[in-house]
């Protein structure tokens, strides 16, 4: 299983990005899906989850700004950030059930 991650950029704050999680040899609606992301010097942080069922949890530093989706029909997760912040630069991560992660995308919120 491979798993990709690509969408990030540099953006000014209040702007918006849409991650994508690809994942090549596994099905990723029968699993959970989950966004993490690292910053410089930090530990790494729980961004988003989308169950099989998709029941969806973030982490507190991102509800109510980023939602996560899936697309079925293209094995893909999607990860859309609203209102970007400079503290969410990092490098952005998904996993698929037991795989990950997988390579992750910067993604710099600047002025």
């Known amino acids: 299983v491979q798993l990709q991650a690509s969408g990030g950029g540099l953006v000014q704050p209040g702007e918006s990005l849409r991650l994508s999680c690809a994942a090549s040899?596994?099905?990723?609606?029968?699993?959970?899906t989950d966004w993490y992301r690292q910053a410089p010097g930090k530990q790494r942080e729980f961004v988003a989850r989308i169950t099989s069922g998709s029941i969806r949890n973030y982490g507190d530093s991102v509800k109510g700004r980023f939602t996560i989706s899936r697309d079925n029909a293209k094995n893909m997760v999607y990860l859309q950030m609203d209102s970007l912040k400079p503290e969410d630069t990092a490098v952005y991560y998904c996993n698929v059930g037991p795989w990950g992660p997988g390579q992750g995308t910067l993604v710099t919120v600047s002025s």
């Open positions: 040899g596994t099905i990723v609606s029968r699993y959970v």
